[in-house]
């Protein structure tokens, strides 16, 4: 025996969304060049955070190192 699949799951998900809530905006297609620009901010942001990242683990480890230069003079 085969399970028998649901025919409306689409208009669960439609029947999901509140009168309150706003409705979807129309979607845009983005030219080719929208694509790559929206690449480079994406990335350009990773590479911030990364940065940042890498800062506090310099920073962090700094910290044991001087603690282990004192731990090892006593």
Known sequence: MKAQKQT???STRSSM???????RKPW????PVD???D???R???DVAHKEEELKQAKR???KLEE????LEAT
Request: proline share 3%; net charge positive.
């Open 43 to 45: 990335l350009r942001d």
């Open 28 to 31: 845009k297609k983005k030219t």
């Open 8 to 10: 409306d799951a689409g």
């Open 17 to 23: 969304t509140t009168p309150g809530q706003a409705a």
């Open 39 to 41: 690449q480079i901010n």
């Open 60 to 62: 962090q480890l700094q």
């Open 35 to 37: 694509v790559v620009l």
């Open 67 to 70: 603690a282990r230069k004192v």
